[in-house]
């Protein structure tokens, strides 16, 4: 029989030699994983923070477990027939038998309340699974606790992704430095820094610097305490300008870990050795990508030459389950992405193979195909499916339009993607990005083409919803030279829109009649029914600012009667919009109101705030109208802010509705009044105004709950008394002591001032009622 040593109860844990940051929502999800299943593994790329994950988890259930916690490292064995001998000397068991180790293993552990940590077991995966497997058939009271960079594969196993430090969200300008404190990343390495640089810390000069070291790093852990550690030598500056050659300047690790975990590149290399050829390869031809991508592009742009295109789903799943690939649900789409210092890895691969230009350019290739069939079916059903992966495509499209910029020969492919996007770079509110890459793309090829002159059109239809009203004159003048060149009327139709709406915005309304009722004429010849759409939209808006209302409607009706049947959203929504404001001028309020709020709900799926704000602005009249002045000056509040961040309010031929709107509201309302509500307006989000205007009425704010005497881990008990739990039942589902539990218990009846665990029951009954949306392991109401 084999004989344990019993004499402590934490074997082979490591002091923590430097402080633990975060992880509060891991470490809680870790622990209500052990408490329900007897081996869970935690998955996750190199440098992640697996390991310092579960040693801490380790620690704070410690006392859960009557016989210990022991963690068994294995990233220094070579070869699996070690593996069993590595955790008996970590349980430091003595044998003397000659039994198989894995039976005096399980002899050992069967009547055992233990915890163990196997830590690093991706190379060891096919021992760790029968091991794993093993032993906790053979000892009902065994806890496991892995970390790979691969599941296990065991049947029971529970896995948790451990993702990379959250990094701070948002504008940088908006970023105080409170909310940087919350950020784990920002936290870990202003402490690294602060223990090589004393007194080091996150100001305003710096913050900048800082947050984006992080989000360079990904928030990965390893990787922000190795580059904090060159603070040593140079400034957090020097160091943001250095990362791009991360691998090079990322290079002193502690000396006494495995040559491996020294450097991020040798981190990276172990998890590439441990992929097969062909995942390999395919990690190497991913990094051509950008952000995330789907299955569909890695067949289309990475299959070919060694990997078929029907293999591709299973190396992709291999990659993901090597944690080299991050699988992301977008809706009900499957996107993976590599982060980025994965991806930088990889691209330093192909580069070394001499294949990287072959693969950018079928990337383009792809995007460029991706592009080309979204503008085709823009206009239809699929217009916001199509829309919603280019937003999420948007990282990639930059890629392909690059590449066009940079390599000699290929500016044309440029234009012709920039101007396949025109619609995108309006709804996704992106004129500036829009205009940027056509200005580039056609500074970088002046060749006479159909290209440059689509090209041309585009960035001056940019450049109108800018008011840069001169730049586009500029570049329709030779926009139309070329369509005259090329006898183009959808090219001529599109730029005499362009001009037309330049003139409707400028409030020159003779001219904008002139230009959009050519515009109109072109575009029916050249059966360019997206031309039509847009020409009737504002020909009918201008006919409405001269009072022609009975050849506005007719028009408005029209452009319905081309986008109705087609299921179109974002023609329709402007038409409704405009229409909506005819019909209201014309008295039926009420009818142009549901206008206004059909024209919203096609919006939303674009997310297109100016859309929105002017669907708003528009009721905010029409409540006006109809005498309700509070409910005017409250929306017009809400928007100011809205109308500051678009640089003042936009379609200034409408702004005399603003001003009479505003002028009405403060007769009804008194000037203190009006200012009440305008401030109130002011406190909304723009959701809440959105949820305003599309009502009838303010929603009645809730009764604020009163807050519970109990904290979050006692009310958690509190529900688990309510189900009539023991209190080692609770000590064993939360993996946490008995007496633990027992003092929790203890203190909800002093806090209730309850005298029994039915009163308990009673009072949680109470507070849960239906309507209540606290969840069973949530915190206090």
Not at 152 to 168: F, I, K, N, R, S
Not at 629 to 644: F, N, P
């Amino acid at each position: 029989m084999g004989v344990a040593s019993r004499g402590s109860e934490i074997r082979g844990l490591p002091a923590e030699l430097t402080s633990f940051v975060g992880r509060r929502r891991e470490i809680a999800e870790v622990k209500r994983l052990l408490a329900g299943s007897r081996l869970v593994t935690l998955v996750g790329v190199g440098g992640v923070g697996k390991t310092r994950l579960a040693l801490r988890v380790a620690a704070d259930v410690r006392r859960a477990f009557r016989d210990g916690v022991c963690l068994v490292e294995l990233a220094g064995l070579e070869r699996p027939n070690l593996l069993v001998q590595a955790v008996v000397e970590a349980l430091e068991i003595a044998d003397l038998s000659t039994r198989p180790l894995l039976q005096v293993l399980a002899d050992h552990l069967r009547d055992r309340q233990t915890l163990v940590v196997l830590d690093n077991c991706e190379h060891l995966l096919h021992d760790c699974a029968v091991v794993a497997e093993t032993l906790v058939r053979s000892a009902p009271d065994l806890r496991i606790l892995a970390t790979s960079r691969q599941v296990l594969g065991v049947a029971g196993e529970q896995t948790m992704v451990v993702p990379p430090l959250p990094l701070p969200d948002g504008d940088m300008s908006r970023l105080s430095r409170e909310s940087l404190e919350q950020s784990d990343a920002v936290r870990l390495f202003a402490e690294r820094a602060g223990a090589v640089l004393p007194g080091f810390a996150v100001t305003d000069n710096n913050r900048e610097a800082v947050v984006r070291i992080c989000r360079s790093l990904d928030g990965i852990p390893l990787a922000i305490e190795l580059a904090a550690a060159r603070l040593r030598a140079i400034s957090v500056e020097q160091l943001l300008a250095r990362l791009e050659d991360r691998f090079r300047l990322l290079t002193m690790g502690s000396k006494v870990v495995l040559p491996r975990q020294r450097t991020l590149r040798a981190l990276i290399d172990w998890s590439y050795i441990l992929c097969t050829p062909q995942e390999q390869l395919l990690w190497v031809r991913l990094s051509v990508f950008s952000d995330s991508l789907d299955l569909e592009g890695a067949e289309h742009v990475c299959s070919g030459d060694g990997i078929d295109t029907e293999e591709i789903l299973d190396l992709v799943i291999g990659l993901v389950d090597k944690s080299i690939l991050v699988r992301e649900e977008h809706q009900s789409k499957v996107r993976f992405r590599l982060l980025e210092t994965i991806r930088q890895y990889g691209r330093d691969r192909l580069r070394e193979s001499g294949q990287e230009e072959k693969l950018r350019r079928r990337h383009r290739d792809w995007y460029q195909d991706l592009v080309l069939r979204a503008q085709q079916d823009w206009f239809g059903p699929d217009q916001v499916t199509w829309y919603a992966r280019l937003r999420t495509e948007h990282g990639n499209l930059r890629t392909a339009l690059d590449y066009c910029v940079v390599v000699p020969g290929e500016a044309e492919c440029g234009l012709i993607i920039a101007s396949a996007l025109r619609f995108y770079w309006i709804a996704a509110d992106s004129p500036h990005e829009g205009r940027s890459w056509c200005n580039r793309l056609l500074a970088a090829d002046g060749r006479p083409t159909p290209a440059r002159a689509w090209a041309l059109c585009v960035e001056a239809r940019l450049a109108v919803l800018q008011s840069d009203f001169t730049a586009a004159a500029t570049l329709l003048d030779e926009c139309r030279e070329l369509a005259r060149r090329f006898d183009d009327l959808a090219i001529t139709g599109t730029a005499t829109y362009v001009a037309g709406f330049a003139a409707l915005l400028q409030q020159d309304l003779s001219r904008a009649l002139t230009l959009l009722s050519k515009a109109l004429d072109y575009s029916r010849t050249a059966d360019d029914q997206i031309g039509v759409v847009n020409s009737l939209i504002y020909l009918a808006t201008t006919r409405s600012l001269l009072g022609q209302s009975d050849q506005a409607v007719e028009q408005f009706e029209e452009c319905l009667a081309i986008c109705e049947p087609r299921h179109e959203n974002w023609f329709r929504s402007y038409t409704l919009w405009t229409y909506g404001i005819e019909v209201w001028k014309r008295g039926d309020t009420q009818r142009a109101v549901e206008m206004e709020r059909e024209a919203v709900r096609l919006k939303e799926p674009f997310d297109d705030h100016l859309g929105i704000a002017l669907c708003i602005e528009a009721l905010a009249w029409m409540s006006c109208g109809e005498g309700e002045g509070e409910r005017a000056a409250l929306l017009l509040g809400a928007l100011q802010e809205i109308w500051r961040s678009f640089g003042g309010p936009l379609f200034g031929y409408l702004a005399e509705h603003h001003d009479a709107c505003e002028l009405a509201a403060r007769r009804m309302l008194g000037a203190r009044g009006f200012e009440a509500a305008f401030r109130k307006g002011m406190g909304l989000t723009l959701a809440e105004a959105l949820e305003y205007a599309m009502r009838e009425d303010m929603p009645e704010t809730e009764p604020q709950e009163k807050p519970s005497p109990l904290t979050r881990r006692e009310m958690e008990i509190a529900r688990l008394v309510a189900q009539g739990m023991s209190n080692k039942a609770i000590a064993a589902a939360l993996v946490i002591a008995q007496r633990t539990a027992e003092g929790h218990v203890e203190h909800i009846l002093g806090k209730l001032g309850f005298s029994s665990r039915v009163q308990i029951a009673a009072w949680v009954s109470r507070q849960e009622q239906p309507g209540d949306d606290q969840s069973t392991s949530g915190g206090a109401p």
